[in-house]
Nanobody, 123 residues
């Protein structure tokens, strides 16, 4: 049974940091592209950061140089280190997995999704 379980969300003030984690199970983690996505109230879900099985990464322009995505292949964990958080980063954050090949930004390409973890940034 495939599971993606996010954790690490919370409430912080602007300028603060959080690290999100996503524990994956039930599939061959090393053969999947992994991504973080977010959805703010009243907005569409959007890509935040992607990491392919070879470790290559891509970021949304809005988070570049502030967020870092990484994957721990030994323990099947996906991370998102978020620094210099801003109120516009407030959203529900989801991790998702897509079987190789390819690591697109299109949400519809991702087969498995977690339930999400809430991040709230106050000014």
């Amino acid at each position: 049974q495939v599971q993606l379980v996010e954790s690490g969300g919370g409430s912080v003030q602007a300028g603060g940091s959080l690290r999100l984690s996503c524990q994956a199970s039930g599939f061959t983690y090393s053969k999947f592209c992994m991504g973080w996505f977010r959805q703010a109230p009243g907005k569409e879900r959007e890509v935040v950061a992607l990491v392919d099985s070879d470790g290559s990464t891509r970021y949304a322009n809005s988070v570049k140089d502030r967020f870092t995505i990484s994957r721990d292949s030994a323990n099947n964990i996906l991370y998102l280190q978020m620094n210099t958080l801003q109120p516009d980063d407030t959203a529900m954050y989801y991790c998702a997995a897509k079987r190789n090949p390819g690591c697109p930004s299109s949400l519809s390409a991702y087969e498995y999704w977690g339930q999400g973890t809430q991040v709230t940034v106050s000014s």
